[in-house]
């Protein structure tokens, strides 16, 4: 008999109360599931297996997946799909677009795959969705999340930032001692550099980054990246709660309880940040729009307290 194929496959983790949540069954689900396919648009919330789907899709929100659904890197957390991808969509901005006016965006978060294998690893495609969106839909506020762009980022950064989105997202994911295992493709001094870069470009452009907790961090690691979230400039920082996808992703170390995330919250506010979201569910682009609209407030609050002083 074959041993690998009598050998017991490995258990998946059971899941405290506080990380579970609902299948998802409403009708906007569907309706937002069938708009994607009509467009032929990816999105990370399918892609990457999100816990928050079912709400995000039920309230018509998804966060679109540009330059396909096949990533060039293989990070240990991450549940996209890892070989050579497709050629580019050219028809893919203008479909951002329209799923975008369908769905009635006020905001719009827009990510994608890594593509080291293109010469500015795709940063013109996020250049012409930005475009697309400002020419259809000139009320939604953008937000995008991007890869490292690894050996080209000052160049796509520029290019990025002058097409004027509201949000860089960009995620460190994790803490700089533990990327050799869960971030091998990535540096985490090239990712802060990249935010960096963002303020650099324009100080006025919302810079955001996030990290995953349950990997083996410690405290003392993650207070360190959000002090260096704060050197770097970086107005808005997400944490939640890492997930193994599959039996063959990392394992998860711990599941850490809501408690502990609002501790971090507290510390990561008293550090300054503009606006911190953190819990077991939180992700990137989990009630995006209601967060950019609180970091927005809170800027122009500490605009006029200046003013005033």
Same mark, same amino acid.
């Given at each position: 008999?074959?041993?690998?194929?009598?050998?017991?496959?490995?258990?998946?983790?059971?899941?405290?109360?506080?990380?579970?949540?609902?299948?998802?069954?409403?009708?906007?689900?569907?309706?937002?599931? $069938?708009?994607?396919?009509?467009?032929?648009?990816?999105?990370?919330?399918?892609?990457?297996?999100?816990?928050?789907?079912?709400?995000?899709?039920?309230?018509?929100?998804?966060?679109?997946?540009?330059?396909?659904?096949?990533?060039?890197?293989?990070?240990?957390?991450?549940?996209?799909?890892?070989?050579?991808?497709?050629?580019?969509?050219?028809?893919?901005?203008?479909?951002?677009?329209?799923?975008?006016?369908?769905?009635?965006?006020?905001?719009?978060?827009?990510?994608?795959?890594?593509?080291?294998?293109?010469?500015?690893?795709?940063?013109?495609?996020?250049?012409?969705?930005?475009?697309?969106?400002?020419?259809?839909?000139?009320?939604?506020?953008?937000?995008?999340?991007?890869?490292?762009?690894?050996?080209?980022?000052?160049?796509?950064?520029?290019?990025?930032?002058?097409?004027?989105?509201?949000?860089?997202?960009?995620?460190?994911?994790?803490?700089?001692?533990?990327?050799?295992?869960?971030?091998?493709?990535?540096?985490?001094?090239?990712?802060?550099?990249?935010?960096?870069?963002?303020?650099?470009?324009?100080?006025?452009?919302?810079?955001?980054?996030?990290?995953?907790?349950?990997?083996?961090?410690?405290?003392?690691?993650?207070? $360190?990246?959000?002090?260096?979230?704060?050197?770097?400039?970086?107005?808005?920082?997400?944490?939640?709660?890492?997930?193994?996808?599959?039996?063959?992703?990392?394992?998860?170390?711990?599941?850490?309880?809501?408690?502990?995330?609002?501790?971090?919250?507290?510390?990561?506010?008293?550090?300054?940040?503009? $606006?911190?979201?953190?819990?077991?569910?939180?992700?990137?682009?989990?009630?995006?729009?209601?967060?950019?609209?609180?970091?927005?407030?809170?800027? $122009?609050?500490?605009?006029?307290?200046?003013?005033?002083?």
């Amino acid at each position: 008999m074959n041993d690998i194929a009598s050998a017991p496959k490995p258990e998946r983790q059971r899941k405290p109360d506080w990380i579970r949540v609902k299948a998802p069954t409403s009708k906007g689900y569907g309706e937002t599931r $069938q708009l994607m396919r009509d467009l032929k648009l990816h999105t990370v919330c399918e892609e990457a297996a999100c816990p928050n789907i079912g709400e995000c899709w039920t309230k018509k929100h998804a966060t679109v997946m540009i330059l396909g659904d096949i990533c060039t890197r293989a990070c240990a957390f991450c549940n996209v799909k890892t070989g050579m991808p497709r050629a580019v969509d050219p028809l893919e901005p203008e479909h951002v677009a329209v799923a975008a006016a369908k769905m009635g965006l006020e905001h719009i978060v827009i990510t994608s795959v890594d593509r080291d294998d293109l010469p500015d690893g795709g940063a013109s495609q996020f250049v012409k969705v930005i475009k697309a969106l400002r020419r259809e839909t000139p009320d939604t506020t953008i937000e995008i999340l991007t890869p490292d762009f690894r050996g080209k980022m000052r160049a796509a950064v520029e290019a990025i930032v002058m097409a004027g989105p509201d949000v860089y997202n960009h995620n460190l994911e994790t803490v700089p001692r533990l990327y050799p295992t869960i971030r091998p493709g990535a540096r985490y001094y090239a990712s802060l550099r990249l935010l960096e870069e963002v303020k650099n470009q324009d100080p006025l452009v919302f810079t955001k980054s996030g990290i995953m907790l349950g990997l083996g961090e410690e405290r003392l690691e993650v207070h $360190q990246v959000m002090d260096d979230m704060r050197s770097a400039g970086i107005d808005f920082m997400t944490m939640g709660q890492y997930l193994q996808p599959t039996p063959r992703h990392v394992a998860v170390s711990e599941f850490v309880p809501p408690d502990t995330f609002k501790s971090y919250a507290s510390v990561a506010r008293s550090k300054g940040f503009l $606006q911190v979201a953190a819990s077991p569910l939180t992700r990137s682009s989990y009630h995006a729009g209601d967060d950019f609209k609180e970091m927005r407030a809170a800027r $122009q609050a500490q605009v006029g307290l200046a003013r005033k002083k």
